[in-house]
């Protein structure tokens, strides 16, 4: 899946399908999203934070559900990046960040 410029590694896109397959999942990574984003910060520290969070949740997926499982038995449980998906969820399910307001000269 393409948004723009960005593509979804295939890693990334199997976590996405399983989210906007499982409801309450969804739900849940909804407001982790936005709780990364009213944090604050600068967008890029908020898209690593969020990268963390979705590996660490991969990985967790892995132990039960059999895509996730595969993926690590052949591959290793080396981190995989989430830097797209990160960033597309914060598009998709943030407010966008406050733009600083020019000073008047």
């Known amino acids: 899946m393409e948004w723009g410029s960005m593509s979804l ?3 990334e896109q199997l976590l996405f399908n399983y989210l906007e397959s499982h409801d309450e999942e969804k739900r849940y990574w909804v407001s982790r999203v936005l709780e990364i984003a009213r944090r604050g910060g600068r967008r890029e520290s908020q898209v ?10 991969f990985e967790e997926r892995s132990r039960f559900e059999s895509p996730f499982r595969e993926i690590v038995i052949h591959e290793g449980s080396r981190s995989i990046s989430m830097l797209n998906l990160s960033e ?3 598009r998709m399910w943030a407010p966008p960040p406050k733009k600083k307001a020019k000073k008047e000269e």
């Open 88 to 90: 597309y969820l914060l």
């Open 48 to 57: 690593l934070d969020l990268n963390r969070a979705l590996w660490e949740y």
């Open 9 to 11: 590694n295939r890693y």
